[in-house]
């Protein structure tokens, strides 16, 4: 039988939750109203055209726009119910339950394992052997074990750029976040190791909830489960990816799928 | 990639199930008429083919949002494509089994207006047919699939010869033609059915031949 299919958003639960968010850069709003639920476990494609506000959106769910000084942040953002910016739940932790990965691959200029170790090291409570297991697993969620076991004390650098990207993934899992969020994490990449990455993030979103921002469209139709398409800083419309790529309720959706603009 | 062979490979089974339930309605047909069953035929009317049409929106729908979301090349694409198609012709095949039902109602209820061998031949043949081109599907087997091909012409003399039979029953005696119409109508029916499983036949080797045969095309090749 087909598996069966689900239309209606009832099973998304409320992992991350936006509120009424909107952002300016200096006198220029970029993010417009956005409201949005993630579901959990499940790998969530933001797609749109270049400049409509997708990775900023992003940066949001882990407060990295805080860097930014002229940045200005309206609305609400939940994370397990909890406000982000509300103090219960300081920077750190903010980060260590919600990964990152960017759109180059950005190992340290460091060893492989010390790359895994380090936001080990930042989080604390694990003794050595407890830490060597945690990297070992990491890698090998990454899908890079078998690639590097031999070579833990090579410089990251001396990796492949499709390595190079695993390692970041495998950095980011190590303090078992509950999100990773990810901007463009294969546009760097050649074909096959955007395949292997592909592949990794739909085994991955069996244990974490995965945010994607990809401007590949056939990307984001191939291995989300939900989509939620940005155009001009406003969110345009979410829905189950199957849906959305097949009958999208706004005409503005329908316009960015078939290639009319952007 | 993963993915892709993953639900291509959940398609296929879709549709493999969608088969068996076509054949075990054909063979309940059958079965309803020569053992004269109501119930067998009335079922295939009230429950099997309702299901049917239920099934084939399943599968069309994952079909095409297969096709939306993966964007398959090559023989991935014409087995998606062909999913869909062969989908359509079983759904048809369930459409027709009803009309047989039907007539098979009329019939079980009066005398015997002749005994019955070709049309239960005509129906093991259309189910060997159909169980062949599903076969020759799973294990892209063309060569399977040309000696489905070869069959319909079975099914077709069959029909000639039921109709010929008929036609005497009906001159010598008014009084048969409601009954030899309504047998008329299940020779049709299966006629139909054949033609059918010819058509999953052809897309099988569309799929792994890459060539249209059907309307004697590629037969001049
Ligand atoms: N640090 C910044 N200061 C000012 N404007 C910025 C900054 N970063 C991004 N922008 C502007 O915000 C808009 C959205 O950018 P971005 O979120 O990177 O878009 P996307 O990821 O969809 O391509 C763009 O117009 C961009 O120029
Ligand atoms: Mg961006």
Redesign the pocket.
């Known amino acids: 039988m087909v598996e069966k299919t689900k239309y209606d958003t009832a099973d998304i639960c409320d992992l991350l939750s936006v509120q009424n968010l909107n952002l300016w ?2 006198d ?1 709003q ?1 993010l417009k109203n956005i409201n949005m639920n993630t579901p959990c476990k499940k790998l969530t494609a933001i797609i ?10 992003i ?1 949001c769910f882990n407060r990295m726009n805080d860097l ?1 000084a ?2 200005r942040l309206q609305g609400i953002i939940l994370i397990d119910g909890i406000d982000i910016h509300s103090g219960k739940m300081d920077i750190y932790e903010l980060r260590m339950k919600v990964g990152m990965v960017f759109q180059k691959p950005n190992p340290f200029p460091k060893s492989i394992l010390d790359n895994v170790l380090f936001g080990l090291k930042i989080k604390g409570g694990m003794n050595k052997d407890q830490m060597q297991h945690k990297v070992e697993k990491s890698l090998r969620d990454a899908w890079l074990w078998d690639e590097v076991k031999d070579r833990l004390h090579d410089n990251a650098f001396s990796l492949s750029g499709g390595q190079q990207q695993r390692l970041c993934i495998a950095r980011a899992l190590a303090t078992d976040p509950e999100i990773i969020l990810l ?1 463009e994490p294969t546009s760097a990449l050649d074909p096959q190791s955007t395949t292997k990455i592909e592949d990794l993030l739909v085994e991955l979103k069996n244990n974490v909830t995965i945010i994607q ?1 990809t ?1 590949n469209i056939a990307q984001a139709a191939r291995i989300s489960d939900y989509i939620a398409f ?1 155009y001009l ?1 406003e969110l345009v419309e979410f829905g189950l990816t199957e849906k959305l790529v097949t009958t999208p309720r706004d005409k503005r959706t329908e316009a960015y799928l078939t290639g009319k603009f952007g | 990639m993963l993915l892709l062979n993953a639900k291509l490979t959940g398609l296929k089974k879709a549709l493999i199930n969608y088969a068996n339930i076509i054949e075990g309605m054909i063979d309940r047909s059958m079965r309803g008429l020569l053992q004269k069953d109501k119930s067998l035929l009335q079922e295939i009317i009230d429950k099997s083919e309702p299901l049917t049409n239920v099934l084939e929106v399943e599968i069309d729908e994952s079909g095409t949002n297969f096709i939306a979301q993966h964007e398959p090349k090559a023989k991935d694409l014409r087995i998606a494509l062909m999913i869909l198609k062969i989908n359509n012709d079983l759904e048809r095949i369930g459409d027709h089994l009803v009309n047989i039902a039907e007539s098979g109602l009329y019939l079980i209820e009066r005398p015997q207006v002749k005994p019955l061998i070709d049309i239960p031949k005509m129906g093991e043949t259309v189910i060997k047919m159909i169980q062949e081109s599903i076969d020759a599907f799973i294990n892209e087997d063309a060569k399977l699939a040309h000696r489905v091909c070869e069959q319909d012409s079975i099914v077709d003399n069959l029909m000639e010869q039921v109709m010929r039979e008929l036609i005497t029953y009906m001159t010598s005696d008014p009084k048969t033609i409601e009954r030899a119409m309504h047998l008329i109508r299940i020779a049709h029916n299966l006629e139909r059915i054949a033609d059918l499983s010819t058509n999953i036949s052809e897309d099988v080797i569309f799929i792994v031949e890459g060539r249209v045969i059907k309307h004697g095309m590629g037969r001049a090749r």
């Open positions: 850069f200096g220029k970029i749109g055209p270049s400049g409509c506000g997708k990775s900023t959106l940066r930014i002229e940045a901007d921002v401007h940005i800083g």
